[in-house]
């Protein structure tokens, strides 16, 4: 008896064990995927906050939970749901890092299951499924969204939603159930709530149903994909008109223009020859260090090479061994075509432009797309009951048979993974348990005998729509996603196109019964165990996992991979071990320099100096090091915003008698002021004496320009009253306390002679030390 991985099987195996002997390519794929879960989870781990993130926490701390919040845009990105998810953290952990990572963990997980979920869906089962599932789990293009908060919070929710948009598309294109167009916009619009670049869902949709549901040439496929499935195309457009409305309302434009074709073909270069081919193949192996943010690529030159050449082979050969390889590959190249363009038009022309193409999560989104493409390019498109297609009516009598010559285990009749889940009448049925994977199990097991029919009736080969209860369909949908009895005719994915009206039809095929053999339970019709059937050729040994439940139409494999099995095989082998080492080193490199922090650096300095801080501690405000904010996000380089989520955070002020300064690396240290002073004094011991209420003229060593500054006074009163400094037709009046004294303000204004008055006519100061300049650290 079949085991149904429910109960503990007699050489001990428990729940989890017996499980993964029935659906061994799922246990694996669960496995791949907690793997990468856990390495980008401690990859992230080794890093810290970076430059936009501390931009986005500072903009939170500072701001009341509102729609005026939300709906401000960042560096003209729409993203309400990354600034809501920011906003809740910051309130909650301040600049803590670790609740970024969880949440981070928590998205790839969401995406790596709903991804596997769509591979299951969409392609062929097999072992080979395990390829396009590595490719996305372990890109190195999408370490940066992993492990970077501002990063992350807009790519991972975008790929969710191509990956449930996809998801539900493909659902509703196999089924017409209209309960699918709900899937599909609500993925549409949970991506356009973090970034608005998840419009182009819009176009992977139609892109992916045109080419891999539609046949035809392009236009009839267009016009065919457009007519058939409208109802789509009418939702996805409302909502984006709708969209475009809000965004082009509270957003500039970024739109530029290269300012020559040799920066139009480096950047190309740059994102296709050093980005995207090596980084899907396991590049770039090399990085190049990019301050506190991510590493951009820097492959070299030999690496970029030998990942062109194998992407080619790839192609290449895939197209030779299916049919709907060539399409897979364009609509790969189709969206690569639509990102590109957006790139191109956003980042050249402007300060960027030299690294543009360098930057891995300007195309993390691809990534998605490329693995798909690929696994439909290996495994072909998963086989399902066609919904336009009518029911050839079967004898009664052998309606729930298939020709076991005929029948190659893609029929409809098949459990969740293809396998077939009940064979013809008299045969043992397989358990619900195997519905997954059951490709994975040994197809060489014999059935049970079967008694000899003496007089063998014919078999009529049944088509899948016939069966309704079993299937691939069955295990992927619930009940009421099967397609109702009658839909409009149309064309079947990759069929020829359908007869005209008055042709003769095509009459049921009717099989001849198999030769008798001499064992009744021989169901090979007389043939050895190895010898493959008449009318499927010899696949070399390498391309077994690949050519697996092939399609009718697909051509037979070259036969120079045939002759060379051994070989073929010894090169994917070499070829998959080879991406997996150089992933594993491009990953770790990345991780390498990802730990680099300056950010971390520089605030456990500032928190270990705060806590030593005297109390009444007060600091005037300056930028914080451009290695952790640059002063491209002024004015959130500022220390008073950049500390302000911390919950011990410095007073800042802009007036006082002994403030002090962070320096460069954290440390607190008094001020000094960096700029010209007053000359010298006439009067002796004293310098310049303010008295009688008079108003005093000092000259300064060097002029000072009309901006912002810091002027230091330090003096000695003879009592305690109200002092008026006056520099560029601006004043600022102070108090003065009696005795030697000093007193820090900041001030804004210029010129090259600096004015004193006392209130009190009683009073009497006296000064020889006026600086007007930049404060700085005192050494």
């Known amino acids: 008896m079949a085991s149904t991985g429910t109960t503990t099987s007699p050489e001990g195996t428990g729940l989890i064990g017996g499980w993964a002997r029935v659906h061994p390519v799922r246990a694996v794929a669960v496995a791949m995927i907690l793997v990468s879960l856990v390495w980008r989870a401690q990859l992230a781990s080794r890093g810290y906050l970076a430059v936009d993130d501390y931009v986005l926490i500072a903009r939170a701390a500072e701001a009341d939970l509102t729609p005026g919040f939300l709906l401000t845009l960042y560096n003209n990105h729409f993203m309400p749901a990354a600034l809501l998810a920011t906003w809740l953290v910051t309130r909650a952990a301040g600049l803590a890092y670790w609740p970024y990572v969880l949440l981070l963990t928590a998205a790839q997980a969401v995406l790596a299951v709903s991804f596997a979920r769509l591979l299951r869906t969409l ?4 072992w080979a499924l395990l390829v396009p ?3 996305f789990l372990f890109s190195p293009l999408t370490l940066e969204a992993t492990s970077w908060w501002a990063v992350g919070v807009n790519m991972l929710p975008m790929q969710i939603a191509m990956v449930l948009a996809v998801g539900a598309q493909v659902r509703y294109v196999r089924t017409g159930r209209r309960r699918h167009l709900v899937t599909l916009g609500l993925a549409v619009l949970f991506g356009l709530l973090f970034f608005e ?6 176009p992977l949709v139609f892109l992916l149903t045109a080419f891999l549901f539609v046949g035809g040439p392009p236009v009839r496929a267009v016009l065919t994909t457009v007519r058939r499935y409208w109802p789509s195309w009418l939702l996805l457009t409302a909502m984006s008109l709708g969209f475009l409305a809000l965004y082009g309302s509270r957003a500039e434009s970024s739109l530029r223009r290269p300012d020559s074709l040799g920066e139009v073909l480096s950047f190309l270069w740059q994102l296709l020859g050093s980005t995207v081919v090596p980084g899907l193949l396991g590049g770039p192996w090399r990085w190049l260090p990019a301050g506190d943010g991510a590493p951009v690529t820097a492959p070299p030159e030999l690496g970029r090479w030998i990942a062109w050449a194998a992407f080619l082979v790839l192609v290449v050969l895939t197209v030779r061994l299916r049919r709907v390889a060539g399409r897979a590959w364009l609509l790969l190249a189709s969206y690569l075509t639509l990102v590109t363009a957006l790139l191109g038009a956003t980042r050249l022309g402007s300060i960027y432009s030299d690294v543009a193409g360098a930057v891995p999560r300007y195309v993390s989104d691809v990534v998605v797309v490329a693995a798909l493409c690929i696994g439909v390019a290996l495994l072909g498109l998963r086989p399902v009951p066609d919904r336009f297609a009518p029911a050839e009516p079967a004898p009664a009598d052998r309606a729930d048979e298939t020709d076991p010559d005929t029948d190659d285990g893609d029929a409809a009749r098949a459990d969740g993974d293809g396998t077939p889940a009940a064979t ?4 043992p049925t397989r358990t619900a348990t195997g519905s997954a994977d059951d490709e994975d199990a040994d197809r060489s097991a014999a059935p049970e005998p079967v008694a000899a029919d003496p007089e063998p009736a014919p078999r009529v080969a049944v088509p899948a729509a016939a069966y309704r209860g079993h299937g691939v369909l069955h295990a992927e949908y619930d009940d009421d996603d099967l397609p109702p009895p009658v839909r409009p005719p149309a064309a079947r994915p990759f069929d020829a196109p359908p007869q005209r009206a008055g042709a003769a039809t095509t009459p049921p095929t009717v099989t001849p019964p198999a030769a008798p053999s001499a064992d009744p339970a021989d ?23 690949f050519a697996d439940g092939r399609d009718p139409d697909d051509p037979p494999p070259p036969a120079v991979l045939v002759r060379h099995r051994e070989a073929v095989s010894a090169g994917l ?19 390498d320099e990802w730990a680099v922090k300056a950010g971390r650096t520089y605030l456990d300095t500032v928190r270990a100096e705060l806590a030593a801080a005297p109390p009444g501690t007060v600091f005037f405000d300056q930028p914080v090091p451009g290695d952790v904010v640059p002063t491209l996000s002024a004015p959130y380089n500022r220390q008073s915003t950049f500390f302000r989520a911390l919950p011990e ?5 802009t007036e006082a008698e002994a403030p002090s300064l962070f320096d460069p690396t954290g440390r607190i240290t008094p001020v000094r002021i960096d700029g010209p002073t007053v000359q010298p004094g006439p009067e002796q011991a004293c310098g310049w004496k303010v008295t009688d209420g008079e108003t005093v003229r000092m000259p300064l060593t060097g002029p000072r320009d009309d901006w912002f500054w810091v002027v230091r006074i330090g003096y000695l009163s003879s009592g305690d009253s109200t002092a008026t400094f006056r520099f560029g037709g601006k004043e600022k009046r102070f108090a003065v306390k009696t005795g030697l004294n000093q007193i820090f303000f900041e001030f804004t204004g210029g010129g090259d002679t600096a004015e004193l008055s006392v209130a009190d006519p009683g009073v009497t100061l006296c000064t020889n030390e006026v600086a007007i300049g930049t404060p700085t650290p005192q050494q």
């Open 573 to 591: 082998a070499l070829a998959l071990v080879a991406g997996g080492l150089g992933t594993a080193w491009t990953t770790a490199r990345f991780g």
């Open 523 to 545: 169901r090979t019709g007389g043939r050895t165990p190895t010898e493959p059937p008449a009318d499927r050729p010899e696949q070399p040994a390498g391309l077994a996992a």
């Open 424 to 427: 013809a009448a008299g045969a």
């Open 123 to 126: 392609v062929r089962p097999g």
């Open 197 to 202: 670049k998840a419009l182009l869902v819009v």
């Open 133 to 135: 599932l590595a490719v």
């Open 649 to 653: 955070r410095p007073v800042f002020v």
